[in-house]
């Protein structure tokens, strides 16, 4: 499993490269293993609000800026079968929230990592176009966050601020 990440990560997100990799890395696996799939190659596109609305027009034709967009193409001989994608996750939309929520103790690093796992979710099939859709999404993206390991993804101050925190969205 391949992950690369393009595009500048804001300070204050309090993510490296390093912690998204692997974070992306383990929600990847977790995805690929609910549909038995072999996900090969994903780069992770970090985006301001701006480079957001331009994707998401040209792609799912809609104006204004997302969470995250995702795509997914089939293998390119010689490549060998598997997913393959794209994540453009939209670190001014988590860093708005998380600065909105931040007396529940949602950190940015959560809201953007929270994405991440939305879009890999989605690579594996998964979609959230009715609201029972939406709910198993979200529970299931939510428990991935709290399944984190230690070396991945959230600082650690964060991580037990996800883990106190009763309420979420």
């Known amino acids: ?53 331009v994707v998401h027009r040209a792609i799912v034709g809609v104006a204004g800026a997302t969470d995250v967009i995702t795509q ?43 994405y991440v796992a939305h879009g890999m979710d989605h690579l594996s099939g998964a979609d959230d176009y009715s609201d029972a859709g939406y709910r198993a999404m979200r529970r299931r993206e939510l428990r991935w966050l709290k399944e984190l390991p230690a070396d991945a993804g959230l600082p650690q101050t964060a991580r037990r601020r996800a883990e106190a925190t009763k309420e979420r969205h």
Not at 11 to 24: H, I, M
């Open 1 to 53: 499993m391949k992950i690369l990440v393009q595009g500048r990560l804001p300070d204050e997100l309090g993510l490296t490269r390093s912690r998204l990799k692997a974070a992306a890395a383990f929600f990847a696996e977790r995805s690929a293993r609910r549909v038995r799939a072999v996900f090969r190659e994903v780069a992770i596109v970090v985006q301001n609000d701006e480079t957001s609305d």
């Open 72 to 114: 997914s193409y089939d293998a390119m001989p010689p490549e060998p079968n598997g997913t393959y994608g794209e994540l453009y996750v939209n670190a001014d939309q988590a860093l708005r929230f998380a600065a909105r929520h931040r007396r529940r103790g949602w950190s940015a690093a959560s809201e953007f990592l929270l």
